[in-house]
């Protein structure tokens, strides 16, 4: 069976791609997911606010209580060299593409336009096959227009495309009040594929302490349907490719996102869940599927159910929902 | 001659590059000043920098300065270019070496940073009292002058030694010089290479000890010849002095620097001629020249060659016209004939001079602890030269009014060229204004033809700090080493500064005055005390403002405003041209940050930026307007010695204060640091006293004992101030009573460990607790009435509160207030524990280190007394004695408790009967108990005042021994594991009742963080800059082993309450006791007003553990050791990650660190696995198999 696609410009053997996840950070994982089938990995994300956090701390810690007392006018013995995570990370890629034969994808997380852009073009030099530009931002800001939260993300995305010359993925949020202008104006300013979709940390409370903690919740396949609907609507209408993230968990999903239009298919929990081996289930129930339904290959099938190849175009619309709560039947207590 | 390269370094620095180049052994202890010096070395080795001959030179820190010395004297024997660096008592534990190695014609060279030896009080600035305690022990003292000559001599030296086979102790004035940064002339390798001469090398490691041709050295001799031998030596006395001369000349060959053994300087016709040795040389030389071009004919001796004293030079070296010498010493011997350089000149010209009459001689005393020493002063010593009968033995530089031996000297002459700027800059130790400075200095010295100079002034204070920087610029080489009294330039940093201190005296007519100010340029004339108003109209001054918090805050720096007021600077003097010193700045800021990220660097050029467009000259007024006038220095209502004496200290003119002033024996009351009120905290905790469950832990853990509890009749809040709260006590004991936590405003350091220690959320808005931080300006006048009307609630008697439950426990007084520590340390919530629980009868010996500065170094002192006038006793004696003068204080007070009772038996009848029995029977473990003994002993004085005998005098004068007196002996880690160690020991084994609290923050805290044997394996540290290979010396464990001593570990993060055990019982224990506490210290590069949960994460993750080991549950059959740790549920990574002196080890060193981090964790195991064993272990005093057998029973 013919598995292959393209994606950000590179042939793939086949549409899963393993997603950006803590567990890139070992390269033994990686060798793993090369061994298992993957045809591409997305490596953790370096993110915007730990470069920042982390060199600003080291400051403060360097000069804290210096130049104060003359018997101590400073605490540390001054470093002569400093890996900071950044460096650490472009090592990764370098060690990453040496150990593996498939794309590495670098991926940087960041919300704001600054010197962390310099990073994507470390990560071009340190070798890295593409990078997955992921821009986490949870706006709070009263006063902020949601045109100005667009404005950012297409800046920073022209940002890096003026610094690299390797593709760049966009990862982003559903959240805009029109996702297909926002795919539009990014695909414009050069974005060579789509992620979609992020999904967002959302804080739990402890009731014991009453304090804010972190509680990451992995993906149900029920989370899949986001994606779904909208790269069935993009398909075609942009350039570039498009990345189906968020709840993909079976052979199944993977086939569904392919039908829509999905380029590439990208997991994590499901990797969490089931452990990396789940890569290669995934693929055999994919081969398995195409053959028996007679598909020569995933080409063939991509896009075939997306919006605009679709017999019924609303049901990626307004009408598709009152449809659905007219049929929802309650369930007898 | 090559060409020249210049480079800007400080006097320890230009020192440590040669030393380290000329050596293959450096041992080092630290020691301020000299303390860079080995950090130097440290560094350059575990960067694998080479020396001389391609190979990295071992650096091995040792124990002390005496193990240092004995490091030295094993590797010269065998054979090894070997070194070390020291100061002040450092260099006295060396002395027994010394003689040995100079005794054994030894080459060697010691680099001193010459400071004060302790006497009346310790002191860690320059004088020679250090060095000139050596000159007896046969080695050669060379003394260098300024940081040039400290650069070439520690050259010169090196090469002399190992021609002379005598060694040398290369010495510069501590602080002066070796902080002193100064541009100066590179020694290029090659003349190193030259002046080292191989053979020579090779001819000394030929001496050292080989089995290859074994030889016998350091015999014991006997009457017979021991003295003959000693004389043995003499020729190379005697070819010595040629010896560093003809080195002098050969190093004047290679680098046009030339230098004399005796150097005279001045008119060659002159008659008066002033002799002197090291950086004051540089001083007399400057004002030389002024006196002689209006017509004076003086001169000046530079004594740089000490020992061997070479009579015949020396008195050469005078021009023949000479008719009064005066001859400066930088010590003071009390006693002697007169100062050591005063009596050999005086020897010398009485042997050695030829020409007509001999001169009048006369000595006096100057600069001792740094004390400033200026053209002002050397005019003084000049003018007294003139006189028909110049006072000798004289002071200069002090008003001695009471044996009347000082100069007078005036204040105002100055002799300061205009060609040279001269800037003063007052700012923080917080907002960076030092680096600043020093960066300023480096870029005009590195980037023009000016020749730059800085000196740093620093507080005695670690928190809140005040700095003055002192920077010179000039066409010439600066030998002004004095402070600048006559300032073109005054930056003041900081508004706080303005009615405290008056920062415009020091400025010149014309001159300029930059201000940082918050308030809005039309405005700030109006925010200036008057006497600010009238100097800048009188001196006609330029006056520059701006808000560099803003432009700091705008470019996301926060609040470091040093490169604001750089490129203030910059713009306004200058210096350079506007643009290129823009440039220049950037260029620095780029080589200073860029390994540190490129947004530090991009804030950093954000802020030049920004800069200028906020920079504005103020159109100054023609009339003063303001009414503002300077705060006093200290609380009014004080004693007159604190109002005037301290309170002068306090404002920064201790200078002017006379020798009658001050108390003749070092001896100063305490509870004084609550009159010096510091307003340091911008913001302050607020107590919330309707959600507060009174437990009590904000109090424990505050630092400065800004929080404090009362629990009282409710009778007493009838004139409250309205805003004052009270609530009932909620504890059951307490029913009927109300409860108070105030806080101190002015004194708080908003360190914020009280807040997050506070265990209470508020139900409605859980960001808040039950105590928070609140602006302190708009309450502070309303909460500093609340504070004096809760001084004023009287305290609970001490017999109401239990002590072992910390809500009870802290409504005791704290008898140690408001020092001068680190904001947030986590030391002095010890000693203040310590306090509450037994100062009212507590004696305290405190090594020297950090607890000896916050608790010791005036003008104030933070140990207190409570009202009726008891609390700790305190001394300080050096730093590698302390547990042998604490048991002093302990043998002492035994004998005296033993006499006085024996007096008490034998005067019975005299005494009543009846009291001498209870007197003698009385039982102290309880605090009634004590108690009622102080309320016996006050009725035996009484009696006794009615008795006439010679033993009713005696035992009046012991009598307050019969209370029960509670012996401290406190200190850090390098004293307890590293100096003092052995002294410990042997204390804790006498098995006398002494109290030992160790506060270890795993490093020397006091001297910069410098590591001992308390560090962690792979913590980052001065002298461990490659991460610490070993693991910590666990202390406790040791000590346990002798089965008597009460033994504790504690963090008080970590457990509250087990601290809490562990005094108590330490205390109460009749016999030898140790506390090894856990103290967080900014050394450890953590986030401060959380560093409560590092102490938590140290303990949950097993790198700390909890135990008590008390020979008491021996005695009663139970195994003595109480593990009150939990397994442990954190890996020490994560906690290892909470600290920058791990982390910086994964970030320069990522693969070593792993390693390191992975055995960290064994370590952990292991130990934990080792005490779960001991403290698991059936235990019976009949022995193990007894035991086994009542537990298989």
């Known amino acids: 069976m013919n598995l292959k696609t393209t ?299 997306s919006q605009i190849h679709s017999m019924d175009a609303s049901a990626f619309e307004r009408a598709q929902y009152m449809r659905g709560l007219k049929t929802y039947v309650l369930p007898t207590s | 001659m090559k060409n020249v390269i210049f480079a800007t370094l400080d006097g320890n620095e230009a020192v440590a590059r040669v030393a380290y180049q000329v050596n293959e052994v450096i041992a080092i202890y630290p020691i301020t000043p000299s303390s860079q010096m080995g950090e130097w070395a440290d560094e350059w080795a575990s960067h694998g920098k080479t020396n001389l001959w391609g190979t990295i030179p071992h650096v091995v820190e040792m124990q002390s300065e005496g193990g240092a010395a004995g490091a030295v004297h094993g590797s010269l024997q065998r054979g090894a270019l070997t070194t070390t660096f020291t100061a002040s008592q450092g260099l006295l534990l060396m002395i027994p070496n010394m003689y040995k190695i100079a005794g054994e014609l030894t080459s060697a060279v010691f680099h001193v940073a010459a400071r004060s030896v302790a006497a009346q009080a310790l002191s860690i600035f320059g004088d020679h009292s250090d060095v000139m305690a050596t000159r007896a022990t046969g080695w050669g003292l060379l003394a260098s002058a300024s940081v040039q000559e400290a650069h070439d001599f520690a050259l010169i030296a090196t090469a002399a030694s190992l021609k002379a086979r005598v060694p040398i102790v290369h010495f510069f004035d501590g602080f002066r010089t070796s902080h002193e940064i100064s541009k100066i002339a590179l020694i290029p390798d090659d003349v190193i290479r030259a002046m080292i001469d191989d053979e020579l090398v090779q001819a000394h490691r030929g001496r050292g000890l080989s089995p290859e041709h074994p030889v016998l050295r350091g015999t014991a001799q006997n009457p017979d010849v021991f003295f003959q031998a000693r004389e043995t030596v003499n020729p190379f006395y005697e070819r010595m002095p040629e010896i560093i001369q003809s080195t002098m000349d050969q190093f004047a060959e290679l680098t046009g620097r030339q230098y004399q053994v005796y150097e005279y300087y001045g008119a060659p016709d002159a008659e008066r001629v002033i002799v002197a040795m090291a950086s004051g040389c540089e001083a007399i030389h400057e004002t030389v020249d002024a006196l002689n071009e209006v017509g004076e004919k003086v001169g000046v001796v530079k004594v740089r060659m000490y020992r061997p004293f070479d009579m015949a030079r020396f008195v050469a070296a005078f021009p023949e016209s000479t008719r009064a010498i005066a001859v400066l010493d930088r010590t003071k011997e009390p006693g002697s004939a007169g100062e050591p350089l005063y009596v050999d000149t005086i020897t010398a010209i009485f042997e050695e001079w030829t020409s007509h009459a001999m001169p009048i001689v006369v000595g006096g005393r100057y600069g001792l602890s740094s004390k400033e020493f200026t053209p002002a002063m050397i005019k003084a010593v000049f003018d007294n030269l003139s006189e028909d009968k110049p006072k000798n033995h004289f002071t200069v530089g002090i008003n001695d009014d009471v044996t009347h031996t000082s100069l007078n000297f005036d204040p105002d002459y100055s002799i300061e060229p205009k060609s040279v700027v001269r800037a003063l800059f007052y700012g923080l130790g917080s907002d960076g204004t030092v680096g600043a400075n020093k960066n300023s200095i480096k870029i005009i010295g590195e980037n023009t033809d000016n020749y730059a100079q800085g000196y740093f002034v620093y507080d005695s204070k670690k928190s809140g700090s005040m700095t003055v920087s002192h920077l010179r610029f000039g066409s010439k080489p600066i030998r002004s080493n004095y402070q600048i009294d006559k300032a073109n330039f005054i930056a003041c940093h900081q508004t706080v500064f303005l009615d405290k201190y008056d920062i415009l005296r020091d400025v010149v007519q014309g001159g300029t005055f930059l201000l940082n100010s918050t308030a809005p340029v039309e405005r700030v004339w109006d925010t200036l005390p008057q006497r600010y108003q009238e100097q800048i109209i009188n001196k006609n001054l330029n006056f520059y403002v701006i808000d560099a918090y803003r432009v700091a805050r705008e470019s996301g720096m926060r609040s470091r405003i040093n490169t604001v007021m750089q490129t203030c600077f910059f713009a306004i003097s200058g210096i350079l041209p506007r643009e290129e010193a823009i440039a220049e700045i950037k260029k620095a800021i780029e080589k200073s940050y860029g390994k540190k990220g490129d947004d530090i660097v991009e804030m950093n050029l954000k802020v030049v930026d920004n800069c200028l467009e906020h920079l504005h000259q103020v159109d100054v007024p023609n009339e003063v307007t303001s009414t503002i006038k300077f705060l006093p220095p200290i609380a009014e209502h004080a004693s007159d010695f604190v109002c005037d004496v301290l309170g002068a200290m306090v404002a920064r003119q201790g200078d002017s204060l006379p020798v009658s002033a001050l108390p003749i024996d070092g001896t100063y009351p305490t509870g004084t640091t609550q009159y010096e009120k510091r307003n340091l905290a911008q913001e302050i905790p607020v107590w919330d006293s309707d959600i507060c469950i009174q437990c009590g832990k904000c109090a424990f853990v505050c630092p400065h004992a800004v929080i404090r509890i009362k629990a009282y009749e409710p009778e007493h809040t009838e004139n409250a101030p309205d805003s004052f709260k009270s609530v009932p006590a909620r504890d059951r004991d307490w029913q009927g009573l109300n409860y108070s936590i105030q806080v101190s405003p002015e004194d708080c350091t908003a360190c914020g460990l009280c807040v997050d220690i506070c265990p209470v959320k508020n139900k409605s808005q859980s960001n808040l607790k039950a105590i928070n931080m609140m602006p302190q300006e708009p309450i502070r006048e309303q909460e500093s009435e609340n504070w004096d009307f809760f001084l004023d609630i009287p305290e609970l008697p001490r017999n109401m509160i239990k002590v072992s439950s910390i809500r009870q426990q802290q409504i005791q007084q704290p008898l140690f207030e408001f020092s001068g520590a680190c904001a947030g340390c986590g030391e002095t919530p010890y000693l203040k524990l310590l306090t509450q629980l037994f100062g009212d009868r507590t004696i305290i010996a405190n090594a020297t280190g950090c607890s000896s500065i916050y608790g010791g170094n005036l003008p104030t002192t933070p140990w207190s007394h409570n009202a009726d006038g008891y609390g700790p006793a305190w001394s300080n004696s050096l730093f590698e004695d302390n547990a042998e003068f604490g048991l002093g204080m302990r043998v002492a007070l035994d004998k005296q408790i033993e006499y006085a009772r024996e007096l008490v038996a034998s005067l019975a009848s005299d005494i009543g009967e009846q009291l001498a029995n209870e007197i003698r029977d009385a039982d102290q473990t309880q605090e009634t108990g004590i108690h009622e003994q102080r309320e016996r002993v006050n009725t035996l004085k009484e009696r006794l005042n009615g008795l006439k005998s010679p033993q009713a005098k005696q035992l009046l004068s012991l009598a307050d021994s019969l209370v029960k007196k509670s012996m401290w002996i406190v200190g850090g880690d390098g004293w307890a594991y590293d100096i003092g160690y052995g002294g410990l020991d042997h204390v804790l084994a006498s098995g006398r009742n002494v109290n030992v609290l160790v506060m270890d923050t795993e490093v020397y805290s006091n001297t910069g963080g410098q590591a001992s044997k308390a560090t962690p394996r792979s913590a980052i540290a001065k002298f461990a800059a490659g991460g610490k290979p070993g693991g910590k010396k666990d202390l406790g464990m040791m000590m346990m082993t002798y089965g008597n001593i009460y033994v504790a570990q504690v963090a008080m993060g970590g457990k509250d309450e087990q601290t809490l055990r562990a005094f108590l ?129």
Not at chain 1, 180 to 208: C, S, T
Not at chain 1, 213 to 222: A, D
Request: net charge negative; charged share 25%; hydrophobic share 40%.
């Open chain 1, 7 to 305: 994606y950000l410009g590179m042939e793939l053997k086949s549409p899963l791609v393993a997603s950006a996840s803590p567990l890139m950070q070992d390269l033994d994982n990686i060798k793993k997911f090369e061994d298992v089938g993957a045809a591409a990995v997305v490596l953790h994300s370096l993110y915007e606010e730990e470069i920042r956090l982390e060199r600003r701390a080291l400051m403060h810690h360097l000069e804290h209580g210096t130049e104060s007392y003359a018997e101590a006018l400073s605490y540390f013995p001054e470093p002569q060299v400093l890996y900071a995570k950044t460096d650490a990370y472009l090592e990764h890629i370098r060690k990453a593409r040496e150990a593996v034969g498939i794309p590495v994808i670098a991926s940087l997380n960041g919300s704001s336009s600054g010197g962390w852009i310099n990073f994507a073009r470390q990560m071009q030099e340190a070798g890295a096959s593409a990078i997955e530009l992921n821009t986490y931002n949870v706006p709070t800001d009263p006063t902020q227009a949601g045109s100005e939260v667009e404005q950012l993300i297409v800046d920073i995305v022209e940002a890096v495309r003026d610094a690299v010359n390797i593709p760049i993925a966009v990862k982003l949020s559903p959240y805009f009040s029109n996702m297909a202008n926002m795919a539009k104006r990014l695909d414009n300013v050069g974005a060579n594929a789509l992620v979609l979709f992020n999904r967002f940390y959302q804080p739990d409370i402890n009731l014991e302490t009453l304090e804010h903690e972190p509680n990451i919740l992995l993906s149900t396949p029920y989370d899949m349907r986001l994606p779904l609907r909208w790269i069935g609507i993009l398909f075609k209408q942009i350039d570039a490719d498009l990345a189906a993230t968020s709840g993909i968990h079976s052979a199944e999903d993977v086939i569904k996102m392919l039908m829509v239009g999905a380029n590439v298919t990208m997991m994590t929990s499901a990797v969490l869940k089931h452990g990396i081996n789940i890569f290669q289930i995934i693929e055999e129930g994919v081969t398995e599927w195409l053959e028996e339904n007679d598909y020569e290959s995933v080409e063939q099938m991509r896009g075939s159910m």
């Open chain 2, 1065 to 1193: 019982e330490a205390e109460a224990y009749d016999g030898p006791s140790i506390i090894i506490a856990y103290s967080h210290c900014i050394a450890h590069g953590i986030h401060m007003p959380t560093a409560l949960q590092n102490q938590k994460a140290a303990v949950d993750s097993g790198q700390w553990l909890l135990y008590r080991y008390n020979p008491d549950l021996a005695d009663d059959g139970k195994n003595p050791l109480i593990l009150d740790s939990r397994p442990p549920k954190l890996p020490v990574i994560e906690y290892l990650r909470m600290e920058n002196r791990f982390r910086m080890l994964e970030m320069s060193n990522p693969d070593v660190a792993k390693q390191r981090f992975a055995e960290a964790q064994e370590d952990v195991d292991k130990r934990r696995s080792f005490y779960e064993y001991l403290a698991n272990r059936p235990f019976s005093m009949n022995g193990t198999e007894e035991a086994l057998e009542e537990v298989q029973d």
